[in-house]
């Protein structure tokens, strides 16, 4: 065994705070990435549906149909979410990754909390929008006018809604902006020597 003890710091703490005061302070640092992407991710589906306009349609024989038809209507909230979701993974990202040490454990914090965080937009961006449109076809009568709803595929009749790649823009945006924030945030930021 050694005598030697470790220097106070500025906080009174010793750096060595064993087992317990380390994996405490991990805890909440996973917490608080988690935290701060959940919240990242309703805001961000709150936009999604604020800045969406719902395609109209018509019921025909039980069914709903996008009228008029095309890719540029039936894309285009995917189109929105990829534009929102992308930087905000980014920004995030990039604030997680201004708390420095444990960078492993963070990349692991930013990469699990960024998916949730696309389930979250999703999940609040679809509750907000208008109904099913399928769903509400079925009772209508022919050539009655219905919104679309917001959803990540084709608005095809026995399409998943959230079965789309579009999911993972926001982790990839998190990753881009937590690897620019390791790679390039030192730059400026050391501090020089005055000796």
Same mark, same amino acid.
């Given at each position: 065994?050694?005598?030697?003890?470790?220097?106070?710091?500025?906080?009174?703490?010793?750096?060595?705070?064993? $087992?317990?005061?380390?994996?405490?302070?991990?805890?909440?640092?996973?917490?608080?990435?988690?935290?701060?992407?959940?919240?990242?991710?309703? $805001?961000?589906? #709150?936009?999604?549906?604020?800045?969406?306009?719902?395609?109209?349609?018509?019921? !025909?024989?039980?069914?709903?149909?996008?009228?008029?038809?095309?890719?540029?209507?039936? !894309?285009?909230?995917?189109?929105?979410?990829?534009?929102?979701?992308?930087?905000?993974?980014?920004?995030?990202?990039?604030?997680?990754?201004?708390?420095?040490? /444990?960078?492993?454990?963070?990349?692991?914090?930013?990469? #699990?909390?960024?998916?949730?965080?696309?389930?979250?937009?999703?999940?609040?961006?679809?509750?907000?929008?208008?109904?099913?449109?399928?769903?509400?076809?079925?009772?209508?009568?022919?050539?009655?006018?219905?919104?679309?709803?917001?959803?990540?595929?084709?608005?095809?009749?026995?399409?998943?809604?959230? /079965?789309?790649?579009?999911?993972?823009?926001?982790?990839?945006?998190?990753?881009?902006?937590?690897?620019?924030?390791?790679?390039?945030?030192?730059?400026?930021?050391?501090?020089?020597?005055?000796?």
């Amino acid at each position: 065994m050694s005598d030697v003890t470790a220097a106070a710091g500025p906080d009174g703490s010793t750096g060595g705070d064993g $087992a317990n005061g380390g994996s405490l302070r991990l805890l909440r640092r996973v917490l608080s990435v988690l935290a701060l992407f959940v919240v990242g991710g309703a $805001a961000g589906g #709150v936009l999604w549906e604020r800045l969406w306009d719902a395609p109209t349609g018509l019921a !025909f024989q039980g069914r709903w149909y996008l009228e008029p038809a095309g890719p540029d209507f039936s !894309f285009e909230g995917i189109a929105l979410f990829v534009l929102i979701a992308f930087p905000l993974g980014l920004v995030l990202a990039v604030l997680a990754g201004l708390w420095r040490g /444990h960078e492993t454990v963070t990349v692991v914090a930013v990469l #699990v909390s960024a998916g949730i965080a696309a389930a979250v937009m999703y999940a609040v961006g679809t509750a907000l929008g208008p109904p099913d449109p399928q769903a509400l076809a079925a009772g209508r009568p022919d050539y009655t006018p219905l919104p679309g709803d917001l959803g990540l595929t084709a608005p095809d009749d026995g399409r998943v809604r959230w /079965h789309s790649t579009a999911l993972v823009v926001l982790p990839a945006g998190a990753m881009a902006g937590l690897v620019g924030s390791y790679l390039l945030g030192n730059l400026g930021f050391a501090r020089r020597s005055r000796g």
